[in-house]
């Protein structure tokens, strides 16, 4: 019995060497709690046991045993204990600090990452904890749905920190794509900027104009938060570029966005840098950018002196509202929908004189340029070739007599502003006192009251 019980305890002895509880102590540090002599340990548990170092406070090898290695005397595998906001943000410390400590790329430092990740996704549910939130809620216009996607890629635009999809349920105004938190959604403060456009749609058309912190009682224009004096000099030019307004570099900065292209600038020293505007004047410019609100012509009509492209884009516009009544009486023209070639921009075959934000700055890019003449070309083929009515519809120049087959659109032609009759330019200009087709309906209708009055005699 001896011998099988010695045998017992060198096993146990081997057993304990190779995973030794680093909570236990040495049995002569052990008290009982009525104050005793504490039982005598095995032999061989108490033997290896004086002969184990204890960790030091600094050792991150002895750190890492103290919660992060896996023994079977230690908690489960993932089993976080802390149960309040404080402890696990303690525990976040600690692994942070046992992470600089470990040797690079080693196996313990990447079990360490791990539970760090872990102690994080527990921080933000204890946090953010999950609901059974509605899926549509409407807050100062805005129309926000429940998101489902689990990408953490997002970032909330009220408070500026990452939204994780994983735990946290998070928002999206299908209006103005404003992102939140759900806990954030009653600190939402903006109206949305899709019902602004809708209801005024306008540009900021003065180059900084600078209102100054003081009227905003030196708080952000978007957030309302205090705007401190180390912001305060760039906040203030970042929201001068948009709304004349200033904020805090978490509403004001460029973040994710990337800069936009300022209105005002663009129109009166055709600059299209992209500049830093606030959140909120970005959305509203991204929404506006395709609206033509800009009518050139009253807004900075010296313009068209120095840009060319302006005047040929203009020119170029001018024809297709020529061509226009061609195609709206053509029934070839009507099924294959021509017009549709300028859906993206409905307001070429409506006027020539406004423009949007988009045009100026595809002009500026010498894409709109080429688009536009493409669009020119297929409407004149289709005209002047390929349709037999619309060729009918053509003019001969009634004071020459010769020549082709004219139409308005053509580069040397002129069109009578009373009766639409189209004439060789030169032809015009040389007989600009008259106008053949006015003179004939002039004489119809001086012919037409004559008749009438001889029929009430």
């Known amino acids: 019995a001896g011998w099988v019980a010695m045998a017992y305890d060198e096993r146990l002895a081997r057993f304990r060497q190779a995973h030794l509880n680093p909570f236990d102590k040495a049995p002569e540090q052990q008290e009982r709690p009525d104050g005793g002599v504490p039982a005598p340990a095995p032999r061989g548990a108490h033997s290896l046991a004086a002969q184990q170092p204890d960790p030091s406070p600094g050792d991150p090898e002895g750190t890492m045993d103290l919660g992060l290695a896996e023994d079977h005397f230690s908690r489960p595998e993932g089993l976080i204990l802390a149960s309040d906001v404080q402890q696990l943000r303690q525990a976040i410390e600690e692994c942070k600090r046992v992470i600089l400590a470990l040797p690079e790329h080693s196996e313990r430092q990447k079990d ?11 921080l933000q549910e204890l946090k953010d904890p999950c609901e059974d939130e509605p899926n549509i809620r409407v807050i100062l216009e805005h129309r926000f749905y429940k998101e489902k996607s689990k990408s953490v890629k997002q970032m909330c635009d009220k408070c ?14 299908t209006g103005c794509y404003y992102r939140c938190h759900s806990k954030c959604l009653p600190l939402v403060s903006k109206p949305c900027v899709r019902a602004k456009v809708s209801h005024q749609a306008e540009y900021q058309l003065s180059i900084c104009p600078e209102s100054g912190l003081d009227s905003q009682d030196y708080r952000c224009a978007e957030c309302r938060a205090p705007v401190s004096l180390r912001e305060a000099v760039p906040a203030v030019a970042w929201g001068w570029e948009g709304v004349g307004l200033g904020g805090t570099g978490g509403c004001m900065g460029l973040g994710s966005f990337g800069g936009a292209c300022v209105p005002a600038r663009a129109i009166h020293n055709w600059d299209f840098e992209p500049r830093k505007v606030s959140r909120c004047s970005m959305r509203y410019l991204a929404l506006m950018v395709s609206r033509p609100v800009l009518k050139l012509r009253e807004i900075n009509p010296l313009l068209f002196n120095y840009v060319e492209e302006l005047v040929e884009i203009r020119k170029l516009r001018q024809d297709i509202l020529l061509m ?19 859906q993206d921009r409905q307001h070429f075959v409506e006027n ?5 934000l988009q045009d100026l700055i595809d002009i500026e890019a010498g894409r709109l340029s080429c688009s536009l003449t493409e669009i020119h070309t297929l409407f004149a083929k289709h005209i002047k070739l390929d349709c037999e009515r619309c060729q009918a519809k053509g003019f001969v120049c009634e004071l020459c007599k010769e020549g082709d087959v004219l139409f308005p659109f053509d580069s040397h032609t002129s069109v009578c502003t009373d009766c639409s009759a189209v004439f060789h330019r030169d032809c015009y200009y040389d007989n600009s006192t008259t106008c053949p087709k006015c003179a004939r309906l002039s004489l119809r209708k001086q012919s037409l009251f004559q008749d009438s009055g001889t029929k009430a005699e």
Request: aromatic share 12%.
């Open 112 to 122: 360490a990452v791990v539970r760090l990740i872990h102690l994080r996704l527990k």
């Open 160 to 173: 500026s920190t990452i939204i994780w999809g994983l735990i946290q349920t998070w928002y999206t105004c």
């Open 324 to 342: 226009k009544p061609y195609f709206i009486t053509c029934k070839e023209a009507m099924e294959a929908r021509l017009l549709l070639q300028l």
């Open 352 to 356: 020539d004189e406004m423009y949007s």
